[in-house]
């Protein structure tokens, strides 16, 4: 029997990471939405996730972006270090994989908004930032495994994206991402690794923020997708790699593929159900895989606070 | 038979020196922690270490290297072991060695003062801590207790809720090889 988290810790979680989080993705979301230049397309929940990331981000900084911790980060220097994390062979690496997963999210994001805005030239993009993701993550212990671990984790983004797209508005996606970063989550407390906990909770807090809003005004809120296509799997990749309790493959896995078990939804004719259901009918799709991954976990490890 | 006698001399100075190296392992050196928190403290160390000691005509001229396997770090708390191995902290699968390489030892008031390089987390860093230093023959004893900043090495989790002074006890107790 798992104990529960003290009630003061759970206190600090939320007043330190997931409230900023929320508090400025539904600011900003709310703002940027009523902007004339700003509320085509995605770009206000592209926006809100940044924004939501940066102020969940600010106090504890579990995702740390400065490359040296005695000064700000230069771009310069970000670039540098970019050109060496691509050129790199070696197995151990500075800044570690994880520092360039909100980059590449944020990589992502644009993406999203130049596919909305351009066309297809998106998919390219989106494509190429699939690539690098993956090869940036991926653990450097030799050019094949970089390789694999590349096109594996591309192909899933694209796939992911691909799936999402048909579920961009309504608050649906954000809604059930949210729920599935909050079972992420738990399974960092698993693997111990409590920074990747905090930045599940604060992906979690930013996501539920643009889905209330998302659903009360009905708006686009396709910049999500690039949270679950790049963002969640690439936490997953991470986490297997760093961390130091064995939890089943199938944990990270199931985890990493649960937003494609929405394209079920479209051996479903539309005409036969309410938007409702259809949400429902999501929310159920994406959530089954993840309750089965924190089930195959719960089977081998102990959730302690 | 005074080249036999120089041969000799020379053969017998060369073992001296081969010997006074102290090759240093988990048995006879012993690293062990303190971590603090507002809420507590947890005690460890680490079960596998190799190096080397070259002990000189004196302990100033005594020189130090030693590699640490951190993914064999272990502490009071088997969750607290796992935290510490995971990217919060050391991110062993990342880091697995530390290093420390001793670079000068001066006479202090109360001792001897090591200067080296700490290498951790994929940082280096030279620190000055002090020690007490006993050398007889081929023996060698040292000890030394002293704080360093986790910060210093990039480890920079928990900012508040894990203190940054770290204290760290070295003791060896070898003798060279015969």
Redesign the interface.
Known sequence: MAALPELSDVMELLRAEVLPAAGAAAAVYFVASMLPLVRRASIPAALAIACGFAAGNWQDQPIDLRLDSSHRLHGSEFLTALQSAVVSTNGTVHPPQRFWLVWIVAGGLIAHVINEMAGNIGWWLKLIVGLLGGWLLAPHDSMTTRLVYAAGYAALSMCIWWVLDDHSSGGVQPFTAALAAGAISILMLYAHILRYSQLAMIMSGTLIAIAFLAWWFQTDCGAVAAVAALGIPGLMLLSQHDSAIDLPRASYSLMAVAPVTLALLGFVYRDNLGARFRGILAILLWLIPVCASLYLTSRVAILEF | MVRVLILAAALGTGMVFADSTVSLNADNTKITFVGTKPKGKHDGGFKKLTGTAKLGSDPTALKVDLEIDLTSIFTDNE?VT??L????FF?????PKSKFTVTKVEKDKDGYKLTGNLEMH?KSKEISVPATISQTGDSLKLESTFKINR?DW?I????NKVDDMVEIKVKIDGKAAK
């Open positions: 969750k796992n935290h191995k995971s990217p919060d991110d062993v699968k990342n880091h994929g910060f990039d920079n989790y928990g900012k």
